[in-house]
């Protein structure tokens, strides 16, 4: 699969400025990305504290203590700056680089996939070229997937937001980092279910506990070999399979993880054949199948089946 023409520095555009903001910044990234694909990114269902600002002109969001604006020029290129104006500190860019998986070419990746035998994963692929898992901090992952049983993206973003503004540390701006899970330990059950948590409250509450006696888990966890990471995951009070998978593909990296929601079973019955496997079977087919990187096939096959996949498609398969 080819990949799309890469930016040339004798044709990218000034960056373009804002009076009211700081200036933006070329985040250098080893495969472009489009408006389209990074608004996938971002707000796809990966993370779930980025929003689109001022028409659709840039992202604002952010991880820990750290709030960027975020955009795709029209050479592909990554733009950022601080969010609010504010100086970032010196190590923002880094971070950011990180966060984003900018390091990484993720056009070659896609094209190790099995497109070529695949007779679904070509029309994925092409929708969304560049398409990247990211790198969120583990801790926050959890805390977002805890809240993501039987809800859909704005709901979790809500009760996100919910939570930072009530129990985070504020940030420039008026915005508020997510609460730590030391703080969260140091909630109760009744100030939980005041952010609309629900029945999630509880599995939130458990789970502070079951950090708190338990001092290095966060650190040590994403480390290891991802059925030892796994099997610790499903440990945690409220954290079930496809759960598991999620925090470990979106905050540890781990693309070998394949979670399988509702979208990805419907995918699976309706293109591979898969209806009436067991998860475990269907998890097996996946990581034979997709291999080493079933991940970032499951995220393609994710947006595709979001944007597409309300009716059976008529057309035939794009070629890359």
Known sequence: MKPPPRASARSTPPLLQDDAAAPWKHLPAASPTSAAVLAETLGGGQAFRWTLRMDGAYWEGGYANHRFHLRADPEGRLLWRPANGSTPESDAEKSLHHYLGADQDWIDL?????????????????AFP??????????????????????????????????????????????????????LARTSLSDLRACGLGFRARHIEAAARFLAARPDWLATTPALPYP?????????PGVGGKVADCILLFGAGRLEAFPIDTWIQKVLDRHYHLAGWS??????????????????????????????????????????
């Not at 896609?110 to 092409?126: E, M, N, Q, V, Y």
């Not at 709901?155 to 701006?173: H, K, N």
């Not at 030892?228 to 945690?236: F, H, N, S, W």
């Open 110 to 126: 896609a094209d190790r996939l099995p497109w070529r035998s695949d007779p679904h994963l070509p029309r994925c692929l092409k």
């Open 130 to 183: 560049g398409l990247r898992i990211l790198r969120q901090p583990f801790g926050e992952t959890l805390l977002a997937f805890l809240c993501s049983p039987t809800k859909r993206i704005p709901q979790i973003s809500l009760m996100l937001e919910t939570l930072a503004e009530r129990f985070g540390d504020p940030l420039p701006g008026g915005s508020h980092a997510l609460p730590t899970w030391e703080r």
């Open 228 to 236: 030892e990471a796994r099997a610790r995951l499903l440990e945690v």
């Open 279 to 320: 998860t475990p079977a269907v998890i097996h087919f996946a990581r034979i199948h997709f291999g080493p990187t079933a991940g970032l096939a499951q995220q393609f096959l994710f947006a595709w089946e979001r944007r597409h996949g309300s009716s059976p498609p008529t057309e035939s398969p794009p070629q890359p």
